[in-house]
C-alpha cells in the first residue's frame, strides 16, 4: 500500500474511534449530570447534541408526527454577546409536536449553521 492510502485509512479509523468514543460519552450522561462549564447562551450545535444525547438515551420523547414542512420553524442565531445578527442556523422545530430537526447529508454529515 502506499503512504496517502494508509494515510487515509489511518484518518478514518481515527475519525471512527472518535465518533466512537463521543457517543458512549453522550449515552453515558443522565439527566441529572452537570457540564463543567454550564451554557447560558447555547448556540444551535449545542441544542441539537442535547437533544441527540437524549434520544440516545431514551430521554427524548418519541412522537407519531411526521414533522410537516409547512410547520417547521427555523431558529435564528441572535447571540448578542458576539453580535449575530439573526442569521438562520441549521435547527427547526416542529410546531406539531415540537420536536427538534436539523438538516444532514446522505453521509450524516450535519449542515453547518449560518
Known sequence: MNEDAERRIEEARKAAQRQKETDEFLQSLTKNDELVKPIYNPEAWAL???AQGAANRG???????KHPFAY?????DTDPSVKRKELPT??????VCHSLLWLVDPYGNVKSDG
Do not use: A, S
Open 48 to 50: 441539537r447534541n442535547q
Open 59 to 65: 430521554e427524548y420523547p418519541k412522537k407519531d408526527c
Open 72 to 76: 417547521l420553524e427555523q431558529y435564528v
Open 90 to 95: 441549521n435547527l427547526f422545530e416542529c410546531t
